[in-house]
Nanobody
Framework: QVQLVESGGGLVQAGGSLRLSCTASKSIFGDNVNRWYRQAPGKQRQLVASITSGGSTSYIDSVKGRFTISRDNAGHTVYLQMNSLKPEDTAVYYC??????????WGQGTQVTVSS
């Protein structure tokens, strides 16, 4: 069974940067649609960014120009580079990977806290 492990979260001041990584136990990301979600306390999980197998990316409006999703060529790691962080970006960030079969893989989440 494929496992996803997120890392890179932490506490940062507003305006700072973090890079989240999502590493898979098998090389699956090249064939899948890969997404980053986040969930703030008391709120629903929200899709933040996605990257298709062809490399097309999309973002929610609130992070456009600040966040960048990417993956390595080996297909083992997906990244979320987060710049100009704001307190409203505070959430648990989750990695998600959707296989061509439709099966979803989820990571356990990593906490991002942005102080004002």
């Amino acid at each position: 069974q494929v496992q996803l492990v997120e890392s890179g979260g932490g506490l940062v001041q507003a305006g700072g940067s973090l890079r989240l990584s999502c590493t898979a136990s098998k090389s699956i990301f090249g064939d899948n649609v890969n997404r980053w979600y986040r969930q703030a306390p008391g709120k629903q999980r929200q899709l933040v960014a996605s990257i298709t197998s062809g490399g097309s990316t999309s973002y929610i409006d609130s992070v456009k120009g600040r966040f960048t999703i990417s993956r390595d060529n080996a297909g083992h790691t997906v990244y979320l580079q987060m710049n100009s962080l704001k307190p409203e970006d505070t959430a648990v960030y989750y990695c998600n990977s959707q296989a061509p079969s439709g099966y979803y893989y989820w990571g356990q989440g990593t906490q991002v806290t942005v102080s004002s």
